[in-house]
């Protein structure tokens, strides 16, 4: 089972393009979830989903947008790339029962000059 | 306000030795607590929660509720220990999990 795949695994922008991360999953999870990975300050939430259609801001979501219009597929996409926005990014999912741990795709990382 | 505090950013231990990883939480309610590893050139991927009581590779952690506390131990550290080690709070409703910054471990020889 491929689990949680993220594509790309690596990508270079220039501040102010544009690009979408793309979270696939084939575990027939309900949540989503989109993290940023900084040095020192952990994983830090940025938009979830706790189902096909709907989506949610998480700690730090300004920046960003995410769409889940397929239960598998969970898109985050930067509209206007900043400098600050370079980050490892993960997704992850769960079930939706209880609190089930959250499985993780093997991150972008995203530079922005 | 929700929080996962992780004091050390980095423990180095001789292998053999005891390790303990320090996890301190804060949380209104009655928490879900993990911890997640990830090893080099590998996903961040469950390594125990509270709730299994459980050892994994050798792990435990205990959820001290008096302490806000779910330290990670292992008494005789192995070089395959070797990783970043994330502690994770999960609020009631299950929607969102809160990490802590993480502390690298290494094992040495």
């Known amino acids: 089972n491929a689990g949680v795949t993220q594509t790309p695994k690596f990508r270079v922008l220039k501040t102010g393009q544009s690009m979408t991360l793309l979270c696939a999953q084939d575990?027939?999870?309900?949540?989503m979830y989109w993290y940023r990975q900084d040095p020192g300050m952990g994983l830090r939430l940025i938009h979830y989903?706790?189902?096909?259609?709907?989506?949610a801001k998480g700690e730090v979501p300004d920046g960003y947008n995410v769409s889940r219009l397929k239960k598998q597929n969970f898109l985050l996409g930067l509209e206007s790339a900043a400098p600050s926005q370079t980050s490892v990014y993960f997704c992850?999912?769960?079930?939706?029962?209880?609190?089930?741990?959250?499985?993780f795709g093997d991150g972008t990382r995203l530079s922005i000059l | 306000a929700q929080r996962v505090t992780q004091p050390e950013k980095l423990l180095s231990v001789f292998k053999g030795a005891p390790v303990e990883l320090k996890c301190n939480y804060s949380?209104?309610?009655?928490?879900?607590l993990f911890w997640y590893v990830q090893y080099s050139r590998q996903r961040l991927q469950l390594l125990l929660r509270?709730?299994s009581r459980e050892s994994i590779k050798g792990f435990t952690a205990d959820l001290n509720k008096g302490e806000t506390s779910f330290h990670l131990k292992k008494p005789f550290a192995q070089e395959e220990d070797s990783a970043m080690y994330y502690c994770?709070?999960?609020?009631?409703?299950?929607?969102?999990?809160?990490f802590g910054a993480g502390t690298r471990l290494f094992v040495k020889a």
């Open positions: 949380y209104s309610g009655s928490p879900e």
């Open positions: 575990m027939n999870h309900e949540y």
């Open positions: 994770a709070l999960s609020d009631t409703g299950g929607f969102k999990t809160i």
């Open positions: 992850a999912s769960s079930r939706q029962v209880g609190n089930q741990p959250q499985h």
């Open positions: 509270h709730i």
């Open positions: 989903s706790v189902g096909e259609g709907t989506t």
